[in-house]
């Protein structure tokens, strides 16, 4: 367990050095284009097309959680979100996006004998090549997303706090198909598969588990 938790965080290190370098180069671009002094509209066509967006979205989740053990049985629950999103947009019809992403969310789970509601928090850094099509009312994106904290706690019959293990690893993919509404809307589903097994424990028994989530929210974009 430590050996992977030392793992995790040194995963962790490299994505956030790679998304802070990305929020430099958006930030970068953006004040460039500023510091030509031109509207938005000119700066777009002025610095080979190049744009910034941003967006703050809510979204409901669930997650699809399968347990790799006979003996435990694990029920999900619909769970809530919220992101604040970044874009560098290149030309008309394409953008790199990454995003900090915030998840809550609960699961009943059971070993037969005992069964208690794990509670779960999840924080996730997608880095996505984003296609517009149909002057961008329709937008598809993809790419690896990152699970750069991830906890799972429940309370046993004696009022303890107990560790159940990350429900999602740090390496997954993630998917997307929005549409927008007028210019300053998104409604976007999205589904983001694990890429690896999770190691997870519950009353004594350590076990595997496997995780898929789908998402439908909406973004306000600015």
Request: proline share 2%.
């Amino acid at each position: 367990m430590k050996q992977n938790v030392v793992m995790k965080q040194r995963a962790i290190k490299r994505v956030l050095a790679m998304v802070v370098a990305m929020l430099f180069a958006i930030g970068g671009a953006s004040a460039q284009l500023h510091s030509l002094g031109l509207s938005a509209a000119e700066a777009a066509g002025a610095a080979l097309g190049l744009r910034t967006e941003w967006g703050v979205g809510l979204k409901g989740v669930y997650t699809s959680v399968e347990s790799l053990s006979p003996s435990i049985t694990v029920a999900p629950r619909i769970g809530f979100g919220a992101q604040f999103d970044m874009a560098l947009r290149i030309g008309r019809r394409f953008a790199i996006e990454t995003e900090i992403g915030y998840e809550r969310g609960s699961m009943m789970v059971g070993n037969g004998s005992e069964q208690f509601k794990v509670k779960t928090t999840t924080m996730d850094i997608p880095v996505l090549a984003s296609l517009r099509l149909l002057g961008r009312m329709i937008r598809i994106s993809a790419g690896p997303l990152f699970s750069v904290m991830n906890k799972a706690q429940y309370v046993n019959k004696d009022n303890q706090t107990m560790e159940f293990g990350a429900l999602h690893p740090t390496w997954n993919i993630m998917a997307s198909a929005g549409v927008c509404i007028g210019t300053h809307f998104l409604i976007e589903a999205r589904y983001v598969h694990s890429l690896k097994k999770t190691l997870n424990q519950f009353e004594g028994e350590e076990f595997n588990l496997r995780s898929r989530r789908i998402t439908v929210g909406v973004t306000a974009l600015f």
